[in-house]
């Protein structure tokens, strides 16, 4: 059984920053694609930023400059590191693993994001 854990959400005034970090567990679960959606309730989820096993990263335009992904594949953990925060952010940001052998894409339950004064 793969769990995916996402901790780091909360309320930030904007400008302000915060670091999402989400680990994957299972017997012998091995990551190859890691990265965060976010859905604002009635809209459909978006990609914000992918990190492949390799290093290679994609983000979303409205996050580029601002947003750093990067992962720990010894530990397989995900990390965000937002900064600039704009209330545009604000959102559930969900965690997902893609595994090596199945490509079976695993998802956490979700942490709430609030960028507001």
């Known amino acids: 059984q793969v769990q995916l854990v996402e901790s780091g959400g909360g309320l930030v005034q904007p400008g302000g920053s915060l670091r999402l970090s989400c680990a994957a567990s299972?017997?012998?679960?091995?990551?190859?694609?890691m990265g965060w959606y976010r859905q604002v309730s009635g809209k459909e989820r978006e990609l914000v930023a992918e990190?492949?096993?390799?290093?290679?990263?994609n983000y979303a335009e409205s996050v580029k400059g601002r947003f750093t992904i990067s992962r720990d594949n010894a530990k397989n953990t995900v990390y965000l590191e937002m900064n600039s925060l704009k209330p545009e952010d604000t959102a559930v940001y969900y965690c997902y693993a893609v595994a090596v052998l199945t490509y079976t894409k695993y998802w956490g339950k979700g942490t709430l994001v609030t960028v507001s004064s």
């Open positions: 299972g017997s012998i679960f091995v990551a190859n694609a």
């Open positions: 990190i492949t096993r390799s290093g290679a990263i």
